[in-house]
C-alpha cells in the first residue's frame, strides 16, 4: 500500500511538472513576463475563479501564453467581437438599413392619404427621433397634410422574441437589456428626469421624454433637503409599460444637476408608431386614428418617406465602443435576413458559424445564443476567440473593425482604464462585463513594436468587477511594457 501511494504521489506530481510544463513553455525565454502575468493571476480577489488567458505574437505567430485555452467560457460582451467580426465580413462595410413609411395610395390633391400609413423597419438600432423628424418633412415635402387612418409599425423583419434565451427577468427594465424588433427607436428607451417641488416633503416633478404619452409613470419621488445626495430608481412591471420611480431630489437642484434614468419600453414597434404620429401632428400634419402594431400588406406600395442607415463600418463603432447590447442583437438577426430571408437568432447564427468554420475555428466549442454577451447561455473557448482575432487582423476590412475597438485611456468602454502606461492609446480590445463575468480581448504593441493579440476571460470570480479589470489591466501594461 505505501508503495502504491508513492507510485500515486509521484504520478500526480508528473502531472503537475508537466501541466506546468505545457502552461509556461511558450513564455520561455520572458521569464519576467511570465512572472508579472502569473503574479497578477495570484491576485487574492479572483482566488476561486477560473481564467482563460492567451497570448501570442501577431508578427511570428508564436504562442507567448496560454492557460485554459480550451475551456468554454461565458464571454459576456466580448461575444460582439463575434457579431461585428461577421457582420463586417457576411453584410460588408457598406450594409445600410432602411426605413420606410408607406401607404396604399399617394396623397390626393388635398394632401389626404386615405386609409393607414405604414413605418417599416428592418432591424435598424440606431433610429432616433432625428430620423423620425426626418421621415415626417420628407412625408410634407411629399404632399402629405392629413391621414384618414393611423400610423402602424411594423416589426416584422425580425421575427425571434424581443428577449434573447438566458437574459435576466431583472435586467429588463434597463436601457442595456431592451426588447429587440424590427422597428427601433432611440434605444427603446423613454428617459425619465425629477425636477424638485418648491419645498422640501413635496412631491417631485417628473419629466419623461421624448414622450410621456407611451407609458405609464407613476411616481413616489419627493422632494429633499439641499445638499442631499440624488437618488432615482426605475422598475418597469414585467410586461407592461407601466413604470414605478421612487426616490428623492434636493431642493433647489437645477434641470442640468437633475436625476435621470432610462426606462426601456415594452413594444418598440409601437412607440415608433407613436413618435411618427406626434411628430406628424406637431408638423402640420393630421392623424385620424391612434398608433398601433401591424404588418404591412401587398397593398402598401407607396413610399411616402424614407430614411437609410449609416453604413456597417460606422455602426459597429458605435457597437463596440460603448458596447451597444441592441445593436449587436440586430446585426445577429441582420445577418439571417440577408442570408436567408429569416430575420431570427438561429438563421443569423447559421450564417456565422459556416464562416466561423471556414477560419478554422471550432463550432463545436462555441455555444451562440445572442448577439451581445447578454445571455449566460453563451460560452467561448479562448481558442476560439483568438482565431478569430488573428484573422481580423489579416481580413479585407481589418482597418474598420480595429477601429471599431476601445482603446485604452482614449474612448469607449476604455477611456477611463490603463491612463498614463504604455497600453495607453495602444491596446484596442473589446471589455465584457456580467455578474461574476469579466472579460478583455484585442490587441497591444509591445515596447519594441511587437503586435500581440490577447485574450482574457475569467468566469465565477466573487469579487468586484473592478478587482477583476485591475487584473486584466496589468496584464496588458506588462504587454505593452515588454522589451524583447
Not at 409599425?153 to 422574441?161: H, I, K, L, P, Q
Not at 421624448?210 to 426605475?234: I, Q
Not at 482575432?389 to 485611456?409: E, K, T, V, Y
Request: charged share 20%; glycine share 10%.
Amino acid at each position: 500500500m505505501v508503495g502504491l501511494a508513492r507510485s500515486s504521489s509521484r504520478l500526480v506530481w508528473c502531472w503537475i511538472l508537466l501541466a506546468c510544463t505545457i502552461r509556461a513553455s511558450a513564455a520561455d525565454g520572458r521569464p519576467a513576463l511570465l512572472a508579472e502575468i502569473e503574479d497578477a493571476l495570484a491576485a487574492p480577489a479572483i482566488r476561486g475563479g477560473v481564467q482563460s488567458i492567451l497570448i501570442q505574437s501577431l508578427a511570428t505567430n508564436e504562442m507567448w501564453y496560454e492557460r485554459n485555452g480550451g475551456l468554454l467560457m461565458m464571454p459576456a460582451s466580448n461575444q460582439k467581437l463575434l457579431t461585428s467580426a461577421a457582420a463586417l465580413h457576411l453584410l460588408g462595410p457598406e450594409f445600410r438599413f432602411e426605413t420606410a413609411v408607406l401607404a396604399a395610395s399617394k396623397p390626393n390633391s388635398s394632401g389626404l392619404v386615405t386609409g393607414d400609413i405604414v413605418v417599416k423597419g428592418s432591424g435598424d438600432p440606431f433610429l432616433d427621433d432625428a430620423a423620425i423628424k426626418g421621415l415626417a418633412k420628407a412625408m410634407r415635402a411629399n404632399g402629405v397634410r392629413a391621414i384618414s387612418g393611423g400610423v402602424i409599425g411594423d416589426g416584422s423583419a425580425f421575427t425571434d422574441a424581443g428577449y434573447g434565451d438566458g437574459w435576466a427577468w431583472d435586467d429588463m427594465t434597463y436601457y442595456y437589456s431592451v426588447p429587440v424588433s424590427g422597428l427601433n427607436v432611440n434605444s427603446n428607451v423613454i428617459r425619465v428626469r425629477a425636477l424638485p417641488g418648491k419645498r422640501v416633503g413635496d412631491p417631485a416633478v417628473l419629466v419623461v421624454t421624448p414622450t410621456d404619452r407611451y407609458a405609464e409613470v407613476r411616481s413616489k419621488v419627493t422632494t429633499a433637503a439641499k445638499g442631499v445626495r440624488p437618488r432615482l430608481t426605475v422598475y418597469r412591471r414585467l410586461g407592461l409599460d407601466v413604470v414605478d420611480v421612487t426616490g428623492h431630489v434636493a431642493v433647489g437642484t437645477k434641470a442640468d444637476g437633475a436625476p435621470s434614468a432610462s426606462v426601456s419600453v415594452q413594444n418598440p414597434p409601437l412607440y415608433a408608431a407613436m413618435r411618427l404620429a406626434e411628430v406628424l401632428r406637431a408638423s402640420g400634419v393630421s392623424v385620424a386614428r391612434a398608433p398601433r402594431v401591424g404588418i404591412a400588406g401587398h397593398q402598401h406600395r407607396i413610399v411616402l418617406a424614407k430614411h437609410t442607415s449609416p453604413p456597417l463600418s460606422e455602426m459597429i463603432v458605435r457597437l463596440n465602443k460603448p458596447s451597444d447590447n441592441l445593436a449587436a442583437e440586430c446585426l445577429l438577426r441582420a445577418i439571417g435576413l440577408a442570408k436567408s430571408g429569416t430575420g431570427s437568432v438561429a438563421a443569423g447564427r447559421k450564417a456565422v458559424f459556416e464562416w466561423f468554420t471556414s477560419i478554422g475555428m471550432d463550432t463545436g466549442s462555441l455555444i451562440m445564443m445572442d448577439g451581445s454577451g447578454l445571455s449566460r447561455q453563451d460560452y467561448v473557448t479562448g481558442r476560439n476567440l483568438l482565431a478569430l482575432l488573428h484573422h481580423m487582423h489579416g481580413h479585407r476590412h481589418a482597418n474598420a473593425f480595429q477601429a471599431s475597438l476601445p482603446i485604452a485611456g482614449v474612448d469607449g468602454t476604455l477611456r477611463n482604464r490603463m491612463k498614463g502606461t504604455p497600453a495607453a492609446g495602444n491596446c484596442r480590445a473589446k471589455t465584457g462585463y456580467v455578474s461574476n463575468v469579466s472579460s478583455l480581448s484585442g490587441y497591444v504593441t509591445t515596447a519594441t513594436g511587437e503586435p500581440l493579440v490577447f485574450v482574457i476571460l475569467m468566469n465565477n470570480h466573487p469579487c468586484r468587477n473592478a478587482e477583476a479589470t485591475a487584473v486584466q489591466d496589468r496584464i496588458v501594461k506588462a504587454l505593452a511594457s515588454y522589451r524583447d
